[in-house]
């Protein structure tokens, strides 16, 4: 019986949620970081979200579910450069996976952290696992539980785009999340 009003408490959160979210949201989307196909379609497949399932019962999704489910196909968060902390553009972005994984207790996500070239092997180790973490806390604040997340730094040791100009350096600054 708790267990049944714990899930009711969580989905009922995350719908209240969502419509707040919906009504404070700005129009106008804009992206600041380059992109590429290949980093979104990872997880879109897997991402079986409350709001996804909540959908009206002439099978159309709302405007908020598109939006949610929008949201889960972005994968990839860049950072600038020695910054671990994630762009306030992408936390919107953030909160729609924090509310997914409340919603789906069983799902597991693993957050890699990536530095560029510069600095050393350490600093960079260093750095993309505080890029990974402050996501992760942000992800248990918004009602993630800290057992569906692992975190894992690769540091400069993967890069997604190789040579020494700040386009590269921008791409490999950057934390994934890998649905696992």
Known sequence: MGNQRNQFFKVSLLVISLFALGACSSTSETEEEPSSGSESGASSSNSGSASSNAGSSSGQLTQEEIRAQNALRQTVFYFDFDVAEFKPADRET????????????????????????RGTREYNLALGERRANGILNYFIVNGAARSQIEVVSYGEERPQQSGQGEQAYSRNRRVEVVTQ
């Open 94 to 117: 953030l909160t729609y996976h924090a509310r997914d994984l409340a919603a789906n207790p069983s799902k597991r996500l693993r957050l890699e952290g990536h530095a560029d070239e």
